[in-house]
């Protein structure tokens, strides 16, 4: 039985670069690294809250494809309004706050290695919180 999503895995170009974004920023801790034989850190796995994880390992990629299969990262937050006036205070642009039909509310941006990063906050008429009530 599948008990959630484990962990999400990102390429970055830059390790120290995508920590400080998504821990520095978005607020997600340093659970560990990754560190090869001669103790050079090469990936680590962030905490993203309960059994969620994000997992990086660092080497060179090439442009995000316009057609690939991966969308985005969604992360559930509890105050979207708060975290995207952290976001922009940290530099990044983020697309204007917005209810989906699925009646969450929602914002995208991206992270440093251009990967599609969503904030949803989900409302007591989100599709999302309707199905939980009842499973």
Not at 63 to 90: C, F, P, W
Request: net charge negative.
């Amino acid at each position: 039985m599948i008990k959630g999503i484990a962990h999400a895995c990102f390429i970055v170009n830059d390790l120290d670069i995508s920590i400080q974004f998504y821990c520095g920023i978005l607020g997600m801790k340093t659970a560990f690294d990754y560190v090869n034989d001669e103790g050079k850190r090469f990936g680590a796995y962030l905490h993203a809250g309960e059994r969620n994880f994000l997992e990086l390992f660092e080497r060179s990629h090439g442009n995000r494809a316009e057609n690939q299969s991966y969308q985005h990262l969604s992360l559930e937050v509890t105050d979207i309004r708060k975290m995207v006036e952290n976001i922009r205070a940290g530099g990044i642009e983020t697309s204007e706050i917005g209810r989906g039909k699925d009646r969450s509310w929602g914002v995208k941006f991206q992270d440093p290695d251009g990967n599609i990063v969503e904030l949803q906050e989900y409302t007591e008429e989100s599709k999302q919180e309707a199905w939980l009530r009842k499973s």
